[in-house]
């Protein structure tokens, strides 16, 4: 089998001791939770890191916690199992409680963390292969090369955000808290909307650096008639990244039309995207009255416009673009019914 | 043939009452080696840890075609750890396990011809150390063209990829197979319905859960010791005794405990080799484990063909000529090559007759990780072309297409129109089990759109009696020891590659012997313990093995009856022998245990043993490539398939799976069953969901279990076993094989029942959603053609 490189792991008890490791290391340390995606891209030659951080020991990083506004609030250590089975999480947050359930198959599930798939790696066909691999294909924009082989002569990396509950968190107007230390030696906490965790740059698609450590995801209490679901396309039934992801919340008025609505896509480009055209062709619209069908379909057309995959990840990337309408109409379908996710099996 | 080759299809022998019966044949007695396999106490290669192990690695080549100008190994010599470093210069005699293209090497010498081939060998003090000397072997490449398209290959070849001086004009041809069989063009003149396309069968791969691996010791007195992961034990040992340049018998190979091989562990490889010299070099045992990924350009998995088929019926569906012209991709090396291409015809004859049959197969290196024998060898592919067109030739007439394979069903104790001996044939009976079990009459045709059921039918060997390399010496042989305390020893060369032939030997030897399981154990696949069996390869362990055994297990119970009888002054033929007992069929009373009747037999006629053997009779056609394909025996098999296939998606759904399989008698109807659901998973994957793909840089598109897609327990059918015995009259008690057949008509199947649910015809695998969609949209295009042209008129 792939060996793994050789490298130090340190088990922090306390938030302060991680940072203090991740300032003392800088770029030579990398955090690991479940280590689901780091360990094979340790072995892959991606990540080099001296120093493995892990974080499972640490008690504030783990558990689900409901405040009194409503706010749920999920230590970034939990894993995906614990909030996909969390009657509390499914109801409050359902599109992101079905994107922790179909991350990768079982067993990664209880293993891999929240915290690990919103910080996840991006990813390509070019790049998430062996080291004899991409040397023999003289490496990529990514890693160790200076070309892209999805774009020709493209010069800024296209590989694909693949973490299901990303888009799932953008679309609920989630809170990142993350803590550093200041160079001062303190340690300082900022919160962070999820929206603008992502960039458009999939050699790192992540606004915050190396030292700071995702201590939780804070879901803010959704609207009294809210609705949500995740669609995700993919070749099997478990275990695959997504081929396309899309999350869907619609809030309710009383009288039952789409006060609000938001749609968000993954495993396009490097960052999710909000489709917006999508979710404003809702909006206004009463679910099975008259004119229902028909925002349903633009709304699956706008998204359609909008979603331009590329051959990055594994996959028809046509086929992945035809796919866009299908997903959008069958997620927002079984977000009102209550239903969710959408998925083959 | 020899008498010893055919014993019947009846329980050995009688009971008091007459009647014969069997003790454990036809009981799903558990496998020998199961309990072992999920306690974890199995042994297989890697498991293996001897005093001073040394751990070796593989330098690869980054190049899909370059000479090697020079290597320098020089720096990796010199990194501490280190202990031998080989290259092709180390070990130049070429090898194939086809003895007339000898055109691989443990290393390559002078040539690389795919990326991945492989380059030089490192034995160190652990994996890393190896690692990091493979990065310090400086090789020096000279970049040649590179041909990744078999047209491409055989049209435009500036660089020969097997450069041959003598015959430069074969450029990138592997092989060409044309043959003709009866009057084609008349059988095309006479039919009232002709049917003509094209399909694609794209390049899958076996992965077996176990990745190859392989370990050597070479002692003071020069005997070389290998314990590998191969299901051919016999021909690893003449190729390790032809490479190294050691007498045969100065080598052991000893297959362990296997996990899978489907036919990817089947050519001597590059590991064994390398292991055998890095221990004669340095004295110590060496272990080398491949990667998933290395594994992956080990490859010989399905050969991607292009076919085109060309069939004839008459009205009422009687089959008039069948012609085919097939170009198969072989990937850079021949490995069992030739035999694939004469397979890529050679097996199409059954279970129809048809009178004319015309076939042109063309074979051509590609630099590509090599192609070679995957579970249904050579055949799976032509099989899925013939079984679409035949649905195809039954919608042209109207008619069911049970009925269409009815009328065409070949019958026993026939030829085919390439001189092939059918015996046993319950193809028919396949059909009428999966017509039963899918409700076929009541459902076919009659679901609503999306939904579909579809049938195919096939045919396969019980190996064949063409051995690789020419001989008169038995196929397959066995010994037998038989113990004081109770134990029978029975030393096998078969290789039980998880398939359970180990457990259809002990099976046999109880039911000869009246004996329980336990009072049987067997040894097999080592060279110095047993005797040469040719094999796990073209399905023919159970009916050769099966039939040596019950050679030899005959002549120990002659001995020990004739014995016992003698000690109790009886008729020899008045002894029953079941259960672990021994007694009187006439006087009850008169009973002892096996034990003691071993004990008496070793008294009156010295130390107990037989050897027993299997030959297969004279076959096959009376041409060049006759007897390729030609077995003793064919295995017959229907598949009904039922889908949903999503319209807005394009996926492909499959439901259930019916597989009926005549495999001549169940000796344990459940491994039977289990190879049956275990060849249909494999083609249903196949079919909608594996690709071995190599991309434009002549990389493989995704070497590892992430990106090569096979089915997990959610993405898999029920899968509904029907088992047909028709009792074969030179089967062991009437069998034959089960563990190939059963994948080929899922394929077919599928795009069957899809055309049933949706009315596409899928010719061009694998069945992708994009594929489904694009299909659907050209139906829907020629249905509004079809609909304005009625308009306007």
Same mark, same amino acid.
């Given at each position: 089998?792939? @060996?793994? %490189?050789? =490298?130090?792991? #340190? !088990? ?6 991680? +940072? ?5 290391? *800088? ?64 109801? @409050?947050? %359902?599109? =992101?409680?079905? #994107? !922790? ?6 067993? +990664? ?5 929240? *915290? ?64 550093? @230390? ?14 603008? +965790? ?148 | ?793």
């Amino acid at each position: 089998m792939l @060996r793994l %490189p050789k =490298f130090e792991v #340190a !088990a922090p008890q306390t938030v302060d001791e991680a +940072l203090a490791l991740l300032a003392e290391y *800088g770029a030579d340390a990398m955090l690991m939770a479940g280590g689901t995606d780091l360990v094979p891209n340790m072995k892959h030659g991606l990540f080099e890191p001296k120093l493995v951080v892990s974080v499972s020991a640490i008690d504030e990083l783990q558990g689900v916690a409901i405040e009194d506004d409503g706010t749920l609030v999920i230590g970034a250590a939990t894993t995906l199992q614990a909030v996909a089975t969390n009657d509390e999480v499914r109801r @409050r947050a %359902p599109a =992101f409680a079905q #994107a !922790a359930g179909l991350v990768a198959g079982p067993q +990664l599930r209880r293993m891999g963390t929240v *915290g690990g798939n919103v910080m996840l790696d991006t990813r390509c066909q070019w790049y998430n292969q062996t080291h004899f691999w991409r040397k023999s294909l003289g490496f990529c924009l990514k890693k160790d090369g200076s070309l892209c082989h999805v774009v020709e002569g493209g010069s800024k990396c296209v590989a694909a955000a693949s973490n299901d509950t990303a888009p799932t968190l953008m679309s609920l107007g989630a809170k990142l808290v993350f803590a550093r @230390r200041n160079s001062e030696g303190q340690v300082v906490r900022k919160t962070l909307a999820v929206d603008d +965790l992502y960039k458009s740059d999939g050699a790192f698609n992540k606004k915050v650096a190396g030292d700071e450590l995702l201590i939780a995801v804070r879901i803010p209490a959704g609207a009294p008639q809210h609705r949500g679901a995740y669609g995700k396309l993919r070749d099997r039934g478990s275990i695959d990244f997504p081929l396309l992801g899309v999350a869907v919340r619609i809030d309710l008025d009383d009288a039952g039309a789409v006060a609000d609505a938001d749609l968000v896509a993954v495993a396009l480009q490097a960052r999710p995207i909000r489709l917006k055209k999508a979710a404003e062709a809702l909006v206004g619209n009463t679910p099975g009255k008259p004119g229902w069908d028909e925002a349903v379909d633009a709304a699956a057309e706008a998204a359609y416009g909008q979603c331009h995959p590329m051959p990055n990840i594994p996959g028809d990337h046509d086929y992945r673009r035809e796919m866009v309408p299908v997903y959008v109409r069958r997620t927002i379908r079984a977000a009102v019914a209550g239903e969710g996710p959408v998925h083959h099996v | 043939m020899a008498s010893r080759d055919q014993h019947g299809i009846h329980p050995p022998f009688a009971d008091a009452d007459g009647k014969r019966r069997f003790g454990v044949i036809g009981k799903p007695l558990r496998k020998v080696d199961g309990i072992a396999k999920a306690t974890g106490q199995a042994v297989y290669a890697d498991d293996i840890q001897l005093p001073g192990m040394l751990h070796a690695k593989t330098l690869r080549s980054p190049h899909a075609h370059a000479r090697i100008v020079r290597i320098d190994t020089s720096r990796a010599e010199a990194l501490p750890g280190v202990h031998a470093v080989i290259t092709g210069r180390s070990m130049p005699i070429p090898y194939g396990v086809i003895p007339w293209t000898p055109d691989e090497n443990a290393l390559a010498v002078d040539r690389v011809r795919f990326i991945g081939d492989e380059v030089a060998a490192v034995a160190a003090v652990d994996e890393d150390t190896a690692n990091a000397a493979l990065e310090l072997i400086d090789v020096e490449y000279e970049l040649l063209a590179v041909y990744l398209d078999p047209v491409e290959a055989l049209e435009n070849c500036t660089d020969a990829i097997h450069p041959n001086p003598k015959r430069p004009e074969r450029g990138n041809l592997s092989k060409r197979v044309e043959l003709d069989f009866g009057d084609v063009a008349d059988g095309f003149e006479r039919a009232d319905v002709i049917v003509e396309d094209d399909y694609t069968f794209h390049g899958t791969t076996h992965t077996a859960i176990e990745p190859h691996c392989a370990v050597a010791t070479y002692s003071p007195d020069k005997l070389l010791t290998l314990w590998s992961a191969t299901q051919i034990t016999h021909y690893v040992h003449r190729a390790l005794a032809r490479v190294l340049e050691l007498p045969a018998h100065s080598i052991r190979v000893i297959q362990p405990c296997l996990g899978g091989a489907f036919g990817g562990k089947s050519d001597p490889f590059s590991l064994e080799f390398c292991v055998a010299k890095l221990a004669m070099i340095t004295g110590r045992p060496v272990k080398m484990l491949w990667t998933r990924e290395e594994v992956f350009y080990a490859h010989r998995g399905r050969h991607p063909m292009r076919l085109h088929y060309k069939t004839g019926a008459t009205k009422d569906g009687k089959v008039t000529a069948v012609d085919a012209k097939i170009l198969i991709d072989g990937g850079a090396y021949s490995s069992f090559g030739l035999v694939t291409t004469y397979y890529s015809g050679q097996l199409l004859t059954g279970p129809y007759d048809f009178p004319a049959y015309h076939y042109d197969s063309t074979r051509v290196f590609t630099n590509k990780p090599p192609c070679g024998p995957k579970r249904g060898h050579g055949s799976v592919q032509p099989r899925f072309a013939f079984e679409v067109q035949l649905d195809e030739v039954a919608e042209a007439l109207a008619m069911d297409p049970i009925e269409l394979r009815r009328a065409n069903w070949q019958g026993e104790h026939t030829k085919t129109v390439n001189g092939q001996r059918i015996t046993s044939n319950g193809f028919m009976q396949c059909l009428a089990e999966v017509e039963r079990a899918s409700r076929w009459k009541e459902r076919r045709g009659k679901l609503p759109f999306g939904r579909g059921l579809g049938v195919a039918g096939s045919m396969y060997i019980s190996g064949t009696n063409y051995p690789i390399y020419p001989n008169d010496m038995p196929q397959a042989g066995i010994q037998l020891k038989v113990d004081r305390s109770g134990l029978v020893m029975a030393f096998t060369g078969g290789n039980d590659i998880g398939q359970g032939s180990n457990t259809v030997v002990r099976t046999i030897v109880c039911e000869e012997l009246g004996l329980e399981p336990d009072m049987v154990r067997v040894v097999a696949a080592d060279t110095d313990l047993c005797p040469v069996d040719l094999g796990a390869y073209s399905s023919r362990v159970t009916f050769m093995v099966g039939n040596a055994t019950i050679d030899a297990a005959r002549k120990l119970r002659h001995q020990i009856a004739g014995a016992v009888a003698a000690e109790w002054e009886i008729d020899p033929g008045r002894i029953f022998m079941g259960s672990g007992q021994v007694f009187d069929l006439e006087d009850r009373a008169k009973c002892i245990s096996s034990m003691e009747a071993f004990q008496i037999a070793e008294a009156r006629c010295d130390t107990l043993g037989s050897t027993g053997a299997y030959n297969t009779p004279t076959l096959g056609g009376d041409y060049r490539g006759g007897t390729i394909g030609a077995s003793p025996a064919y295995s017959f098999t229907a598949h009904a398939v039922e889908v949903q296939v999503d319209v807005e998606t394009g996926r492909i759904t499959v439901d259930n799976c019916w597989i009926a399989h005549d495999c001549g008698r169940a000796l344990n109807p459940m491994l039977v069953a289990g190879q049956m659901e275990g060849s249909a998973y494999m083609g249903l994957a196949e079919a909608v969901l594996e690709h071995h793909d190599v991309n434009r840089f002549g990389l493989h598109a995704g070497p590892s279990l992430l990106d090569y897609r096979i089915p997990t327990s959610v993405d898999t059918p029920e899968l509904h076993a029907l088992i047909v015995e028709s009792l074969d009259p030179e089967g062991p008690y009437g069998a034959k094989e089960a563990g190939e057949g059963p994948l080929h008509p899922s394929i077919p199947a599928i795009s069957n029942a899809v055309f049933d649910a949706v009315g596409i015809r899928l010719r061009h695998l694998p069945f992708t959603p994009g594929k489904v969609l694009a299909a659907l949209r050209e139906r829907r295009a020629a249905e509004t053609a079809v609909g304005s042209a009625k308009e306007s008129v």
